[in-house]
Nanobody, 116 residues
Framework: QVQLVEAGGGLVQAGGSLTLSCAAS????????MGWFRQAPGKNRDLVAT????????YYLNSVKGRFTISRDNAKNTVYLQMNSLKPEDTAVYYC?????????WGQGTQVTVSS
C-alpha cells in the first residue's frame, strides 16, 4: 500500500504562485496514476488535476487550466502541482491521491490560502 505526504501549502497573495509536492512511500508509486483534489469549507472535494503513470497524459479542472501544472518524478516517488496566477477562489485544502478515479490512498492535506 502506498502512503502519501503533501507539503508546500501556505498563504499567498492573489496572482502569486505555490508548488505543492506529494511524496509517496513504497515501491509501487510508478504503477499509479496520481491526482490532486481540493476541498474548500462547506464544499465537496473536487478533482483538480491528474497525471498518468508515465506522465504522458494529464487532466485539469477547467477553472485551473493554463494556471496549474501537474508533474511527477517516478525516481523520487513524488508528484507536484505548480500553481500560478492564484486566485482567492483557489483557497482550499489540497489532497493528493493515488489512482484518482477510485482512490486507494490519500495524503493528509495541505492548506492553500490566497488573499485578495
Amino acid at each position: 500500500q502506498v502512503q502519501l505526504v503533501e507539503a508546500g501549502g501556505g498563504l499567498v497573495q492573489a496572482g502569486g504562485s505555490l508548488t505543492l509536492s506529494c511524496a509517496a512511500s513504497g515501491r509501487t508509486f510508478s504503477s499509479y496514476a496520481m491526482g490532486w483534489f481540493r476541498q474548500a469549507p462547506g464544499k465537496n472535494r473536487d478533482l483538480v488535476a491528474t497525471i498518468t503513470q508515465t506522465g504522458i497524459s494529464t487532466y485539469y479542472l477547467n477553472s485551473v487550466k493554463g494556471r496549474f501544472t501537474i508533474s511527477r518524478d517516478n525516481a523520487k516517488n513524488t508528484v507536484y502541482l505548480q500553481m500560478n496566477s492564484l486566485k482567492p477562489e483557489d483557497t482550499a485544502v489540497y489532497y493528493c491521491a493515488a489512482n484518482p478515479t477510485d482512490p486507494v490512498a490519500w495524503g493528509q492535506g495541505t492548506q492553500v490560502t490566497v488573499s485578495s
